[in-house]
């Protein structure tokens, strides 16, 4: 699909510093790699980055730097990249915002930029070659897609990246010759956003946790193809920009945002993330049940609700075996050796379950098998240490990253850090790729591994009344989201 540079983070909207740092350790999850804010005033736009999770700064400091008084408007964001970069000069000119325009202070491990004239933050991943020739004329090398999206809209405006740039993207931006901050949704809804209200003023967030969780109320989600405009008294005016109710846009939202990437507690697009991986654990339930099972357990965190409803299913007894020290995930990390390193020094077995379940027979839910990192530590830690008659690894996501029935090795091109070109678990690669067996990745893994049908996922999305069709199921053999060649009619 050309050139894309990726990120996949999580974004706030607030009107005070104290909303905004609260929303931003709320979406923490989505992005412990590197953090930023953009404090928006009537004569200015100036910019914090720093390397590292939200509290790598604390919430005085950042008040401090940006006195109440001098702003009405603050954006945040929380980012991981795939670009596997660890330098601390890369991971700092890569964190959000990106800005056109000011004075750069660098102190290494964080960055001041002070009078932007422009400044964004996205979540999601842009192809670059779909910018129309702006990024080779302005920047020939972009640190990532949302500085080029960046000089995209200084060129074009905010309505032609909805209408040039189907997606993938959720994304604010604040421009000093504007009186107002804009947010927008791109046309097929695969990155998410939601819209909510604090003290009468508008806010924006990732997901609809960090919003009730600092205080405020929900409003529901952003609409695909719109643009939402916010004065510096929180006020909102929305236009849509985009009609996503015809054929110009067929929605497709992100099924991986309910399956992992999303906090359990959040409603995405109107549905609870919760209730969707119990229907989950349920349908595992239906398709595997091995016999004398004595425990099921689940790979820490997101797939606790699977693994309890699965149990309660069969009737087997829930156990708590494994803990991690720290809630970073491994899947964010931007390297595979880093990610193995994560495994090893940040999951463990529980002391208190190793004489439980020794000599036992269990079975381990996790959310997806992507790399093999998570399955082949769950294996090391329950036959070599907790020594386990026997285990089974059930994932509830049909296997990632397989050669299509069209003959295109699946991955994910679209904001989450599964490229076609990663190393998948579930296919071989060389001069004839194909499709791993069942027999192949267990032989590989050295454990029994079985993952949920497509058939069955589908079940459980229409369940809750979200159709397969308007879902972007690409990494596990689906069509593309969208033709990024497409120009997308503007809504007279």
């Known amino acids: 699909m050309g050139e894309s540079i990726e990120h996949h983070c999580g974004l706030a909207l607030a009107h005070t510093m104290h909303d905004l740092y609260s929303m931003m350790e709320a979406l923490e999850h989505r992005g412990q790699e590197a953090a930023g804010i953009a404090a928006v ?4 736009i100036d910019v914090l980055k720093w390397v590292g999770g939200i509290r790598g700064f604390g919430r005085e400091n950042l008040e401090r ?19 596997g970069k660890k330098d601390l000069g890369e991971l700092l000119k890569g ?24 400044a964004m933050v996205h979540n999601g991943q842009i192809d670059v070659l779909s910018l129309e020739g702006i990024v080779n004329k302005n920047n020939p090398s972009p640190g990532c897609d949302t500085e080029a999206l960046l000089q995209y809209f200084a060129e074009q405006g905010a309505r032609n990246i909805l209408r040039r740039i189907p997606g993938a993207y959720t994304l604010i931006i604040a421009d000093r010759s504007r009186t107002k901050v804009m947010v927008m949704r791109d046309p097929t809804g695969i990155r998410i956003g939601v819209l909510g209200s604090k003290g009468g003023k508008s806010v924006v967030a990732s997901e609809d946790i960090a919003i009730r969780k600092s205080g405020g109320v929900s409003q529901g989600d952003l609409s695909p193809g719109a643009i ?7 006020q909102v005016e929305k236009k849509q920009i985009i009609d996503n109710a015809g054929i ?30 119990e229907l989950l654990g349920q349908q595992l339930a239906k398709e595997y049940a091995p016999k004398d099972i004595d425990f099921v357990t689940h790979v820490p965190n997101s797939p606790e609700a699977a693994a309890r409803k699965y149990a309660d299913e069969l009737g087997v ?22 990610r193995k390193t994560l495994m090893r020094d940040n999951f463990y077995l529980l002391p208190s379950a190793v004489d439980i379940i020794k000599g036992k027979k269990i079975v381990v839910i996790d959310d997806s098998l992507v790399r093999g990192t998570v399955v082949t530590r769950v294996r090391e830690l329950l036959y070599q240490e907790a020594r386990v008659d026997g285990a089974d690894f059930l994932s509830y996501t049909p ?15 679209y904001g989450v850090d599964m490229p076609p070109t990663d190393k998948f678990i579930a296919r ?40 397969p069709t308007n879902l972007c199921q690409y990494c596990i053999g689906g069509e593309a989201p969208y033709n990024r060649n497409q120009i997308l009619r503007v809504v007279k």
Do not use: W
């Not at 720290?326 to 899947?331: K, L």
């Open 228 to 234: 939402y405009y916010i004065d510096n008294n929180g």
């Open 95 to 118: 964190a959000h915002p990106q800005t056109i325009g000011g004075r750069v202070i660098n102190h290494g491990n964080h960055m001041l930029v002070l009078g932007c004239e422009k």
């Open 248 to 277: 110009e846009a067929k929605l497709a939202h992100c099924m991986f945002e309910y399956l992992y990437l999303s906090d359990p507690e959040s409603v995405i697009d109107g549905v609870s993330v919760r209730r969707v991986r």
């Open 428 to 467: 071989i690669d060389g001069a004839n790729p194909r499709n791993a067996t069942s027999a192949e990745i267990n032989e590989k893994i050295g454990m029994s591994v079985k993952f949920l049908s497509r058939e069955g996922l589908d079940q459980v999305f229409n369940k809750v009344g979200l159709p």
């Open 65 to 83: 730097i940006f006195p109440f008084d001098d702003y009405h408007t603050y954006i945040g964001h929380v980012r991981y990249s795939t670009s």
């Open 399 to 413: 296997p990632i990253g397989i050669i299509g029935n069209d003959g295109i090795p699946r991955g994910c091109m």
């Open 41 to 44: 005033g009537t004569r200015s």
């Open 317 to 338: 007894p829930f156990l708590n075996v494994f803990y991690k020290p720290n809630a970073r995930r491994s899947f964010i990390e931007g390297t595979n050796e880093a």
